[in-house]
């Protein structure tokens, strides 16, 4: 699963590999192949917020819980904000902690990149149309064996099928705030400011209550239908938290004060 390696596929493929949703490939993975589980180990996987959140619900986790527990932090990265890395096996092996014998434990509720393998997803948002524009490539571990299988899918079919569309949604909000934070610099950004990142991103629960419990609804315009769906929708909730921090970190007006709104804090 090295797709999260820090290479620019935009740059680096050939355009002869990359794959709209139209091309096919081949591939087949399951419990009759004869290296079932072995990608899930030795591998470095990102977090994604949208990973955390569907992690904690399957495991019934508070997210601190779940962050203390599972992740690592890392630090350093181009876009400057901290990113989150699934905590592996201490031994040689690095196992995953979700594999057993029969499997992912976790599999409904597994991370966007073990869906998507042995695809990879390239998108940016293009000037002109301010759309996002996608491409697929394959990514093929020496490993693996599920190219020798014979069955054949449309890069659509496979999205629809490991139901990857919604990771894709929520993945290009964070990779929006990650541009910003590449584009403009991070220098600025003091401790608290990226402690707010962490809190929005990673931390729902704690987000909710900072929303709910402190004067925020007094300071920013949100119909009722927001608040209602911020209140008991997670996505929506993370959705919300992408638009906040792109104002709170960026000044951005991606969501608005209220007439007589005052944000000093
Ligand atoms: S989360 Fe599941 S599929 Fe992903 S590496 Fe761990 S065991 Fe494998
Ligand atoms: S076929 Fe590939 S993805 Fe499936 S278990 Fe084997 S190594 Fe992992």
Not at 115 to 144: D, M, Q, W
Not at 184 to 198: D, E, N, Y
Not at 220 to 247: G, M
């Amino acid at each position: 699963m090295d797709q999260t390696a820090r290479w620019d596929p935009r740059t680096s493929l050939k355009n002869s590999d990359r794959m709209s949703r139209n091309d096919c490939f081949q591939f087949h993975c399951g419990p009759t192949v004869p290296c079932f589980t072995e990608c899930c180990r030795k591998l470095d996987l990102a977090l994604t917020p949208y990973d955390v959140l569907r992690l904690c619900k399957r495991l019934d986790m508070a997210p601190s819980d779940f962050l203390d527990d599972y992740t690592v932090i890392k630090a350093g990265s181009r876009h400057g904000f901290p990113e989150f890395s699934l905590k592996m096996g201490m031994d040689g092996e690095r196992l995953c902690p979700f594999v057993s014998e029969n499997g992912c434990t976790v599999y409904e509720d597994r991370p966007g990149a073990c869906r998507i393998y042995p695809l990879g997803r390239a998108s940016s948002k293009s000037r002109s149309t301010n759309l996002n524009e996608e491409f697929y490539f394959l990514v093929k571990e020496p490993h693996c064996k599920g190219f020798e299988q014979s069955r054949r899918w449309a890069v659509d079919e496979w999205i629809c099928d490991q139901e990857i569309e919604q990771y894709n949604r929520l993945n290009d909000q964070l990779m929006e705030l990650y541009m910003l934070g590449f584009r403009r610099g991070l220098a600025q950004l003091s401790t608290q400011q990226l402690q707010m990142f962490v809190m929005a991103c990673y931390n729902l629960a704690k987000f909710r209550e900072f929303i709910f419990k402190t004067s925020f609804l007094t300071k920013f315009q949100l119909s009722i239908n927001e608040i209602d769906l911020i209140r008991n929708d997670d996505v929506a909730l993370l959705e919300f938290s992408f638009k906040w921090l792109k104002f709170a970190l960026f000044g951005v007006a991606s969501i608005k004060l209220k007439s007589d709104g005052n944000i000093a804090s």
